[in-house]
């Protein structure tokens, strides 16, 4: 069993950063992928980036690619995800996942992860 949860959340500025973190329990976080995903007010949750369980393989979606960087410290049992040059549009609440798979490469699907963390809100202002 791994629970999640996430911080780091907030209400800033377009163009600021915003650090969020994900602190996970359970022996074995280190060979989980891991991935972020974010819900919009009336939208469907989105995929926002995922990492393999090594963090040698990681991957962001197209809207985010050059401004989020997804990381991982397995010996601390956190994920990272460090959003830059935050836009109004990426107001959303952020999730944080663990497929319990063993040695995941990740997934850009929701329902291949098995546990979720509670979110954080990220709200950008223009």
């Known amino acids: 069993q791994v629970q999640l949860v996430e911080s780091g959340g907030g209400l800033v500025q377009a163009g600021e950063s915003l650090r969020l973190a994900c602190a996970a329990s359970?022996?074995?976080?280190?060979?989980?992928?891991m991935g972020w995903f974010r819900q919009a007010p009336g939208k469907e949750r989105e995929f926002v980036a995922f990492i393999n369980w090594s963090g040698g393989s990681r991957y962001v979606a197209d809207s985010v690619k050059g401004r989020f960087t997804i990381s991982r410290d397995n010996a601390k049992k956190m994920m990272y995800l460090q959003m830059n040059s935050l836009k109004p549009e990426d107001t959303a609440v952020y999730y944080c996942?663990?497929?319990?798979?063993?040695?995941?490469?990740?997934?850009?699907?929701?329902?291949?992860?098995?546990?979720w963390g509670q979110g954080t809100q990220v709200t950008v202002s223009s």
């Open positions: 359970g022996r074995t976080f280190g060979n989980y992928a």
């Open positions: 996942a663990a497929d319990g798979s063993r040695y995941g490469l990740g997934s850009q699907q929701a329902s291949e992860y098995d546990y």
